[in-house]
């Protein structure tokens, strides 16, 4: 839950202030840390949930704001955009039905949450990317109407200096261009917290670190981001690139740069006061707040500082395993926050995979004390990267192993290990065994949920249009999560399980062609003829090199050029002497009903789709016949059911 009582760190006389006070709390919890302040004698656990809205065309409803005044609960509270918001549950102190008590709780709110969402025509689903999300969902309307969030964004943007971009590869390729840090939305996660002791933080911190790469290798459920497939775990890819604000103009390949978003750049050899120190070492404040309290005095009088500007800070540099300071119940302790996991499949599958890397770090911590001397910390970023671009398809690197398959390693090796890691930290064999057992099945089947969603897409082919297999999935998702039953039970997506035609064709977007043949204006006519012919199309944009739609070659137009110049000595005919130029166009999330208006109106066959002046789609009416026979079908259907009653 993110401070909300924030500004920019603009002006240089509070900026300088801020800066003061969090060098003086980096002190204060130094102090701490020699007199051994801190809570020792027990240990939580914790989480917070992200999740999404979605309406009934199973589309972002950005209706948070409005959820949550209906929820009115203390458990939640708002994210980046207002299609998302987020669950904190209590902490648990580690014990027999810590886990199983802790999905109870969370089951029950989210109850709450669907109950809440449902009286604002919306639903809650737990999901790492939402497929039906688009590029269009991402716009500054969509934020968060509050301070932490629009200071927060133009902080970054004013240290980026430019828009921000991702690049991003997997089966396809996803190349975009975006104005603010709103692309951060598309990701939710399940974030899970392990309380440790200062004394031995750096052999627990290190071991996260370790079995984050195997660990997540399971749990991936995020592989398509706006119809593209990416990553396994494609969140990871986002998540750095969305707020990266290093300027790449600025950049230098000399310079060793690093992201606001990372893995860590090498073991913690003693304290947590390393990383607190290396992040405000190598990242500019990007918020501040007034912060009255004197962590020193407070330390004088037997209290516990707050050290409100240190956990705001850290609220701003993104590892993913993130050390945090925290005060409970009057005392400070200090825990790992695990930020690598998805939202989804399931809540049984979330809190799986929570139990899997909470016992895996306690036994790796325990066997093999400093993991420093047995792998190398290249080793263990590089397994990290492998498994979220490929998941159980992953080959990693292990102690005292070769480069080993995930699903090999986590069976043979891990699993064993993570269950004696749970049973030392006093959770009970019903536990361990509901949730490492979810994890075995899984891993045995090699289903995790991105592999359902790979699966049910391949399985859809090329039926329907891209827009109606992203439904069909989101609404897939949606039935087997209430369901309750893990990911890997599901069976494959359906494209009937969308909600019907009219919850897909509303924009242009959904109705769309995006695969496109496309040419230049310098090129012969002879090309676009043998086109029309190789394709069965009728009409083919003409665009410059950076996509910039510049006219528009018909059929008709074709066949007037050729019966004129039929028996003539044949001169190459460059496109541009027969495109029209004055051409009609829409965006991709023009109403279609305004899009056929248009199309009347102006007596076009077609209509090209552009977005920022490129061309994304045509529209033609060919794509209409569709949704004529699926309404015939519906009509004819109804008045045959309704003659049969």
């Not at 919306?122 to 990317?129: D, H, K, Q, V």
């Not at 690598?340 to 979330?350: A, H, I």
């Not at 269950?419 to 490492?436: E, F, H, P, Q, S």
Request: charged share 25%; with cysteine; hydrophobic share 40%.
């Amino acid at each position: 839950m993110g401070e909300q009582a924030v500004t920019e760190s603009s002006e240089s006389g509070e900026l300088q202030r801020f800066m003061r006070q969090l060098i003086k709390e980096v002190r204060a919890l130094e102090r701490m840390l020699d007199e051994e302040r801190f809570e020792t004698g027990t240990r939580r656990i914790g989480a917070e949930q992200e999740l999404f809205l979605v309406d009934a065309g199973l589309r972002p409803a950005p209706v948070a704001l409005e959820v949550l005044a209906e929820i009115d609960d203390p458990h939640f509270t708002t994210e980046l955009a207002r299609f998302n918001l987020e669950c904190n549950l209590d902490p648990y102190v580690l014990g027999e039905s810590c886990l199983s008590d802790m999905e109870r709780q969370l089951e029950e709110l989210l109850a709450k949450a669907r109950r809440a969402a449902a009286r604002h025509g919306a639903e809650i689903l737990l999901t790492g990317i939402l497929p039906t999300l688009d590029k269009s969902d991402l716009t500054l309307a969509n934020m968060t109407p509050m301070p932490r969030y629009s200071v927060l964004a133009d902080a970054m943007q004013r240290l980026r200096g430019s828009d921000f971009s991702l690049h991003i590869k997997g089966t396809d390729e996803l190349t975009l261009q975006h104005d603010s840090v709103m692309v951060e939305s598309c990701n939710t996660s399940f974030q899970f917290h392990f309380q440790v002791t200062p004394k031995n933080f750096a052999r627990y911190y290190n071991a996260a670190q370790l079995v984050t790469g195997p660990v997540l290798a399971a749990a991936t459920n995020s592989p398509l981001l706006f119809g593209k497939r990416l990553w396994h775990e494609t969140r990871i890819a986002v998540f750095r690139q969305a707020i990266d604000t290093r300027q790449p103009k600025a950049s230098h390949h000399h310079r060793d740069l690093q992201p606001r978003v990372s893995f860590g750049r090498a073991w913690v050899d003693e304290s947590v006061l390393e990383i607190f120190r290396e992040d405000i070492a190598r990242f500019r404040l990007l918020i501040s707040r007034d912060v009255s309290e004197d962590p020193m005095e407070v330390l004088d009088a037997g209290g516990v500082p707050e050290l409100k500007a240190l956990r705001l800070h850290n609220g701003t540099v993104y590892r993913w395993n993130r050390a945090c300071y925290g005060v409970s119940e009057g005392k400070p302790h200090i825990r790992i926050e695990n930020r690598v996991l998805p939202s989804g499949p399931t809540v049984l599958d979330e809190m799986a995979n929570g139990a899997f890397w909470m016992g895996l770090v306690k036994a790796i911590a325990d066997e093999y004390g400093d993991v420093r001397h047995h792998i190398s910390f290249d080793e263990v970023r590089d397994n990290f990267l492998t498994a979220a671009r490929l998941g159980l398809g992953a080959e990693l690197a292990w102690i005292g192993r070769p480069s080993t398959p995930a699903a090999s390693l986590v069976l043979e090796e891990l699993l064993p290990r993570a269950r004696d890691g749970l049973a030392a930290l006093d959770v009970g064999a019903a536990d361990r065994d509901r949730y490492l057992g979810v994890i075995e099945e899984r891993v045995r089947l090699r289903r995790t949920g991105a592999k359902w969603f790979l699966d049910s897409l391949a399985a859809m082919g090329s039926t329907g249009t891209a827009s109606e297999r992203l439904a069909a999935l989101t609404a897939a998702t949606l039935v087997n999560q209430k369901e309750g039953k893990p990911g890997h039970t599901w069976p494959l997506a359906r494209l009937r399980e969308t909600r019907g035609w009219q919850t897909h064709y509303r924009r242009v977007s959904g109705l769309m062609t995006t695969d496109l043949f496309t040419v230049n204006e310098d090129e012969v006519i002879d090309l676009v003829a043998s086109l029309m012919d190789w394709k069965h199309i009728r009409h083919v944009p003409v665009e410059d090199n950076r996509h910039h739609l510049v006219g528009l070659v018909t059929h008709r137009a074709l066949l007037r050029t050729l019966a004129r110049e039929y028996g003539r000595s044949q001169r190459p005919i460059p496109v541009k002497e027969i495109m029209h130029t004055d051409i009609v166009t829409v965006g991709p999330d023009t109403p279609t009903l305004e899009a056929v208006h248009v199309m009347k109106k102006h007596r076009v066959a077609c209509l090209p789709v552009v977005e920022d002046g490129r061309l994304v789609g045509i529209l033609s009416e060919r794509d209409f016949m569709k949704i004529f026979g699926e309404l015939l079908e519906d009509f004819l259907g109804a008045r045959d059911a309704v003659a049969s009653s």
